[in-house]
């Protein structure tokens, strides 16, 4: 099962990939992560990309689809994969596709996931992740149970550099100008589905699996 979840920032893609991931158990990919856990280990892709993340800009294509291309020909990725943030842009899907096809393989199922900006500021803005095992929470929607601590690891919780209210703005217009077109490239494919991201996050998944209905587990 080969989904990309497509979705402005703060739609709560990471979330539903992580939940998908472990009900499939297939990986959740994530640029954004793979891009963070560069930038920390100051690898040169880190120090290079690192420039336009606190920016809010996208890294180059070139970067992102050579991460991907190396991700999706390990072995844990044959049964299947959840692409959260990738692609981005109109070359990034055209890069995806082909990289695929030479594989023998297709995406199957695109999942975009709308919220309307108010929410989606709220959300960001909120945005806690554990250091330690990368979960996710929200200072109101999702907090942890105790204060800054993570539930599942205990490691303490940090707030992203680029989830500030300024940087922010830039990657939502960011994702307007670059990355929505890839609703009406995905629909032209007939692969696109929508799904209200509003609501609770088991709401959510649930919407989400009913598009996925008839895919065994
Ligand atoms: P969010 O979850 O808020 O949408 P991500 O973690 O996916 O954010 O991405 C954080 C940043 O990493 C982006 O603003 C961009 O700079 C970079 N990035 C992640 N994925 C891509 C991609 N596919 N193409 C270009 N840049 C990317
Ligand atoms: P994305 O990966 O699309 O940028 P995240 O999954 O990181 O988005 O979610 C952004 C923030 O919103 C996180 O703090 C997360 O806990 C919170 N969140 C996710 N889903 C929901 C939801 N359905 N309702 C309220 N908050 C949510
Ligand atoms: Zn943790």
Excluded at 41 to 60: E, H, N, S
Excluded at 84 to 91: H, M
Excluded at 159 to 177: A, C, N, P
């Amino acid at each position: 099962m080969n989904i990309i979840l497509l979705g402005p920032p703060g739609a709560g893609k990471g979330t539903q990939a992580k939940i998908l991931a472990k009900k499939f158990k297939i990986p959740q990919i994530s640029t954004g992560d793979i891009l963070r856990g560069a930038v920390k280990d100051q690898t040169p892709m880190g120090i290079k990309a690192k420039g336009f993340m606190d920016a809010g800009a996208l890294v180059p294509d070139s970067v992102v689809v050579g991460i991907v291309e190396e991700r999706l020909a390990k072995e844990d990725c044959f049964d299947g994969f959840i692409l959260d943030g990738f692609p981005r842009t109109v070359a990034q899907a055209d890069a995806l596709k082909e990289m695929l096809v030479s594989h023998g393989k297709a995406v199957e199922h695109v999942i975009s996931v709308d919220v309307n900006k108010e929410e989606l500021l709220q959300r960001i803005t909120g945005r806690r992740t554990c250091k330690g095992c990368g979960r996710g929470y929200h200072t109101v929607f999702d907090p942890p149970r105790v204060d800054d601590k993570c539930d599942e690891c205990g490691d303490g919780l940090y707030q992203r550099d680029d989830d500030s209210e300024e940087t922010m703005r830039k990657r939502l217009d960011v994702y307007e100008e670059q990355t929505a077109p890839l609703v009406t490239y995905y629909s032209n494919e007939s692969l696109l589905r929508s799904i209200r991201g509003t609501g609770s996050i088991e709401e959510i998944q649930q919407a989400i699996l009913r598009i996925l209905e008839g895919v065994r587990e």
